[in-house]
Each structure stands twice: as structure tokens, then as C-alpha cells.
């Protein structure tokens, strides 16, 4: 840590330059040429058309990036948990719709391309009203203050007309004939272009504001706010801008959201939004700043993939939440961050062995635990959905014993060799860890 | 207002408190002994409720509703030790925010689980014929004979756990782990163990709730969200580590339920007796002029922010939230 500091001082600026960020942030600069292409190997070219899921799931996967990274910024790096950050999304997207709607009235001539300002200022402005009050208290209190806010809020959505809707929501049209560019924003890939465009520039200050002495005050807020109070520092004061801050980013993806969607209901504001944000950023990992991104990729692709194939999505997210908090407390990125030391010793290698035997029975358990789970699924809601299970053209009969014996051998089997195959990875990862800490110790 | 002004109403309405008020108690007594000592945010705790509904819905379409009363929170109370011992004890290690996040995730499979093995709808889970009846008439008005029994089994568990923890080994032990758990485990006893007792017992008083809070209510998956973050709040207002306060909690909570239901006023009302009206062109005319009726979801949400901000401790906490 203080050795790269050191580096970074002491590095002549002039080196710095268009190269030194190509080599520096090329994860990222790879990540945005990846997003913008992608679309385009999907495009339908006897038809000129783009595939409308996988677009409608590309500008997802952005604007979830957003909020789970605005979620991080609370969770991750302030140690705040917040249970209500859907609220922040939600209200920045009912301001974006009210103002959308004026603007297609004529009342002011705003480009569309920077309604996602307006978004970010209208959460910036609740986050500052609702965070004078979360943030007055932190851990537990702060938590509860929070699920508090966004039930409260949940309920207003339901009750209030004027501003919210109701029941109804708020709908309102993105065509609103200005643009910086003469762009009409009908076609969805084109708001996929603008949410691309939002995503790098929020994801790019999000980076910047982590290295900020803003963005290491929270931490150390995190870490022990006793002690920073004895520095000088008002912890309360630090939890205050990063939640004020956090609100606005988490405005920018609500109002992606309505470009989206052109409408903005109470769903926007309501606890499972919020425990979306809580999942992504969890399984990503909170300890890494890409670790959400990853965590926002990977829920919405299996939200939206499984929940084409079964309906019993929750569970599996649900399982997976909870290996995570297990197995992983650092989520997908602290698994990748733990073979770091490894990788740099050189001895990666080592460690594929056990890595690839691992393979089957995690297959094994995979296989047998979603059998199951459908098995549960099909017997009841499947039923009343009038619905079969079918395995490529075999049906399979959820009442009948044979799917279930299968089922219940898979993951017996499955479960027995996996320990096996775990024992031998953790002999072999101490093996590893024990070589590369030796000639440290001789040294 | 004239609605005050009956007095049927007032009783009727006081009565129906009480009872909702001791069966938020009932949820809420096992939330604050496990909140306290464990230091667990329980997110799991309602949907130990739904299952002691669901439970006593199939065993009693088996042998009926006075066994179930018996079985289905035993189950509950099997399955939270199972979840404490097997689970809860191994995520301890990664810290409060990992435990708490496991048991958000076990309500996410409960809930999935409830729906794949009962359905997605309701279930009839009713109330017992012996007790389907009205128990007395308070000015033409009914009082049913299953609300007398609900508040009878309240006042039952109520005085059982007061016994249990005033009059046992075990109830000595818990009631200091509430306060200084390290010094119980510093003096020999087997914390990990009084963590299991109060995690099952916790359970056990969720899976009773919901049986019989469940024939009352609706039996349906969503049950569980809809009562978990009421039970959060009476659990963070009465005060981390006071039992009293928990039900004195429930009861203002059950209270303020039930009479925001029946008092059909508005903010413009009392302003219009404080001689301003409220034109329906005032920007705020919508906030103003929304009858009490309608606000009552908000109300335990308001409670639990200003006791938050104001009183951090809550009624009767002995620490810190």
C-alpha cells in the first residue's frame, strides 16, 4: 500500500499521459469497447434489426452498474448498510419523468442527453433531506432508519397522486424532440448508446471520488469513526456527503431507468429493489471497487436467463446470497483478490490441478440441486400454472419417485465427492501459501 | 370524529389493539432476545412466523387445530435450532453484517420455499368451529370468541417467558447474557449453548404467533413481508435488551394500528377546527386533506425514524441500537 503510494509520488508526471492510462485502467477501456460492440453481434442483418432482449438486458446490466456501485459507495467504502437505497433510484426517476413530461410540453428546451443530470440532481436533493436523518446514526440504527425510509416511502408512492402517481406510476415520453445531437431516442439501442455513455462517466467519478480525501475519510470512518473523530474529523459529517453523493449517482441510474422504460412505478422504490442492490453489491464483493460491477453483470444476466427458463429465480438467489455470506464474505472479488499473492509468486499453476477436479462434483450438486428445486417448483406452482417439466422432449412427472431418487443420489454423491475435492484444494492452497511465505522469513 | 364518540367503538377497537399488540408481542419478544444477545438482526424472524402458520395449516388438516397449536411451533422451533447450530454459528465468524445478510437470504428461500410447496395463493387455513363463535356483545357490537382465545394464549406465553426468565437457572443466565454476554462466558457458562436455547425459543414463540395468528390474519406467502418490518419496529422502539419495553412496543403499536383504522380524520380537519381551511388549490392539499385511514401503513415507519433520531435507545433500551 504505501510502497505503490510512494511509486506514485515519486513518478514524473510527464509519464503520465494517454499511455500510462492505457496501461493502467485497460480493464475498464476493454470493458466500455466491449459494451459498445456487443449489441452488434446480435444485430439481425436480413431483418436491420437489433435483438430487442439483448439490448433490453445491456441497458439493464448499465444502470444496475450504476446503482450498485452508488450502494457500494454507502456500503462498501462508509460501512453504512443501507436498507432503503432503492428510494434514491426510485425518486430520481420520478423527477426525471415529471421533467421529461414539461420538456416534451415545451416548457424548456432540455436535451434528453442530460435529463440523467436532472435524475442525479433530484436524488443529490432527497438524498440530502432523507440523509440528514439516516445519518445521524450509523451501523444498526442507521440500518434500521434506513428500512424505515424506504418502507415510508413505499407507502407515499402507493398514496400520494400528484407527484407519484399512485398505484399507476408516473409514464412519460423520451421523444422529446431535443437533442445535442439530432437524435430522436425511439430506437431503444440508442438510450442503450446514452446509458453506456452515463455508465462510463458515473463509473469514472465514482473511481475518482474513492481516491479523494473525501473517499479515504469514509473509510476510515468505516474502519474505526473513533478514532477519526479524534483527528479532527466529524464522522457524521463524512457519512452526510457520502450518502448525499451516493443518492446522486443512484438518481443518475433511476433516471436511466425511465429513459428506458418511460415509466416509473412504486416498484422503483420498494424493498426488493432495494435488496437487489444489497445482492449485487454483496455478491460482487464490497471490499474491491469493480467488485459491484461484476456483481451487477452477473445477477441481472441470471435474473433475466433464469427467469426465462423457471420460475423459482428467488431461490437460487437466494442459495447463492447465502453460500456467498458463508463461503465468501468478499464475494467474487475477494475470491479473485485472494489468489493475487499467488499469481504474483508465480504459482497459480499449482492450484489448477485441484481447481479442475473440482469441476465434476460441483457439476454434480448443480445438476441435482436444480432438479430438485424444479421438482418442488413443478408440484405446486407448475401445476396450477398447468405447466410440464420437460427435458429436451423427455416429460418428466415431478409426482412420480424416480426424478426425485435421481435428484436426492446427485446431490448425496455430489455432496460427498465435493468435500473430497475440497480437502484436496485446501492441502494444496496451503502448500502453495506456506512456499510463497517461506523464503519471506529466510529473508 | 363522531366515530370517538361512541363508546362501542372505543372498546371494540381498544380490545382489537390488544390482541394485535400481544401478537406482535409474541414475534417481537423472540426478535428482541435474539437481537440483544446475539446481536442478529433477524431477518428470518417473520418467515419462522409463516412457516408456524403454514405448519399448523397442514398438520391441523391432519389432526386437527389443538395439536397443531402444539407441533407446528415445536417444528418452527426444531428448524432455528437447526439453522443456529448448522449455520448461524459458522457465518458468526465473518462479522454482524454477514449473519445479518444470511438471514435476509434465508427469508428469500422461505418465502421461495413457502410458495413451491403450499402454492402461490392463500391457503384456508381458518379458525377452529369451537371457537368460530361470538364470545360477547359490548353495546351490539361482537367480540369473537378466537380473539379471546388469541389474547389468552398472549397472556399465557407472556407470563410463561416472565417465569422462565425470572424464575429459572437458565432464565438468570440469558437474562445476563442480555447485557454482558463476554462476562456470562468469562464466569463458565456455555454461551454458544444459550444462543441455540434463545434462537429455538425465539422460533418456537414465531411459530406460535403464527399459529394462531395466522387463521386470523391471511395465510399467504406474503405474509412474512408484510409483518417483518412492523415487528423491526416495535423491537427497535421498546428498546434493545428491555423485554418491557418491547411490550409496552407492541401494545402502542397494536393501539395505534387499530385506531388509525377507525378515526376517519384528516390534517385539514384539525386545521379547520384551528379555523384555517384548506383550499383544494393549496399545493399541499393532497397531504393534508388524505384521511387517517389511509396513512396507517405510514405511521409505525414515522414512529420508528423519530424515536430513532430522538431516542437512539428507544423506550426502554439499555443500549445503543
Known sequence: ?443 | MEGLCHMEVLLVSLLNGLVYGMLLFMLASGLTLIFSMMGVLNFAHASMYMLGAYFAYSVSRVIGFWPALVVAPALCGALGALIEMYALRRVHKNGHIAELLFTVGLAFIIEKAVQMAWGLLPVPYRVPAALDRALFHVYGSNFHAYRGFMLLISVLMFFAIWLLLTRTRIGLVIQAALTHPEMVGALGHNVPRVFTIVFAGGSVLAGLAGVIGGNYLVTEPSMAATMGPIVFVVVVFGGLGSLAGCFVASLIMGLVQTFAVVLDVSLADLLARLGVTVASTNPLAEVLTIPLPRVGALLPYLMLILVLLIKPRGLMGTRDT
Open chain 1, 1 to 443: 500500500m504505501s510502497e505503490s503510494a510512494v511509486r506514485t509520488a515519486t513518478r514524473p508526471l510527464a509519464a503520465e499521459g494517454a499511455a500510462g492510462l492505457l496501461r493502467r485502467e485497460w480493464p475498464w477501456l476493454a470493458a466500455l469497447t466491449f459494451a459498445v460492440i456487443v449489441p452488434w453481434f446480435f444485430f439481425d442483418w436480413t431483418t436491420g434489426r437489433h435483438s430487442g432482449f439483448i439490448v433490453s438486458v445491456l441497458s439493464q446490466i448499465g444502470i444496475m452498474i450504476i446503482f450498485a456501485l452508488s450502494y457500494n459507495m454507502l456500503m462498501g467504502q462508509a460501512g453504512l448498510l443501507s436498507f432503503g437505497h432503492a428510494v434514491l433510484l426510485g425518486l430520481g426517476g420520478y423527477v426525471t419523468a415529471h421533467v421529461v413530461t414539461a420538456a416534451k410540453g415545451g416548457a424548456f428546451p432540455l436535451p434528453l442527453e442530460l435529463t440523467p443530470l436532472v435524475g442525479g440532481l433530484g436524488g443529490f436533493g432527497f438524498a440530502i433531506v432523507l440523509g440528514y436523518f439516516a445519518t445521524k446514526q450509523r451501523a444498526t440504527a442507521f440500518a434500521m432508519i434506513t428500512l424505515g425510509i424506504g418502507e415510508l416511502i413505499t407507502s407515499c408512492a402507493l398514496m400520494f397522486q400528484t407527484f407519484f402517481g399512485g398505484e399507476g406510476g408516473v409514464s412519460t415520453n423520451r421523444m422529446t424532440g431535443h437533442s445535442l445531437f439530432g437524435l430522436g431516442y425511439g430506437p431503444p439501442i440508442q438510450v442503450y448508446y446514452l446509458i453506456v455513455a452515463w455508465t462510463a462517466v458515473s463509473v469514472a467519478a465514482m473511481l475518482l471520488l474513492t481516491r479523494t480525501p473525501l473517499g479515504r475519510m469514509a473509510n476510515a470512518c468505516r474502519d474505526n469513526f473513533e478514532r477519526a473523530q479524534f483527528v479532527g474529523y466529524d464522522p457524521r459529517m463524512v457519512r452526510f456527503v457520502q450518502f448525499a453523493l451516493s443518492g446522486f449517482f443512484a438518481g443518475i441510474a433511476g433516471a436511466l431507468y425511465t429513459l428506458t422504460y418511460e415509466i416509473v412505478t412504486y416498484d422503483t422504490v420498494a424493498a426488493p429493489m432495494s435488496a437487489n442492490a444489497l445482492l449485487m453489491t454483496y455478491i460482487g464483493g464490497v471490499g474491491v471497487f469493480a467488485g459491484p460491477v461484476v456483481g451487477a453483470v452477473l445477477v441481472v444476466l441470471l435474473q433475466s436467463w433464469v427467469s426465462l427458463l423457471s420460475n423459482s429465480w428467488l431461490v437460487y438467489a437466494g442459495v447463492l446470497f447465502i453460500l456467498m455470506v458463508t463461503f465468501a464474505p468478499g464475494g467474487l472479488a475477494g475470491l479473485v483478490m485472494m489468489h493475487q499473492p499467488i499469481w504474483r509468486a508465480g504459482r497459480l499453476g499449482r492450484l489448477a490441478g485441484p481447481y479442475l477436479r473440482l469441476l465434476g462434483p460441483v457439476l454434480l450438486v448443480l445438476v441435482g440441486f436444480v432438479l430438485a428445486v424444479e421438482l418442488c417448483s413443478f408440484l405446486t406452482i407448475g401445476t396450477a400454472q398447468g405447466k410440464t417439466l420437460t427435458l429436451s422432449r423427455i416429460t418428466i412427472d415431478p409426482h412420480g419417485g424416480p426424478p426425485w431418487i435421481v435428484a436426492g443420489l446427485l446431490l448425496a454423491a455430489g455432496g460427498l465427492w465435493l468435500r473430497h475435492a475440497m480437502r484436496g484444494l485446501a492441502t494444496a492452497w496451503q502448500a502453495v501459501t506456506e512456499e510463497i511465505k517461506t523464503p519471506e522469513l529466510r529473508a
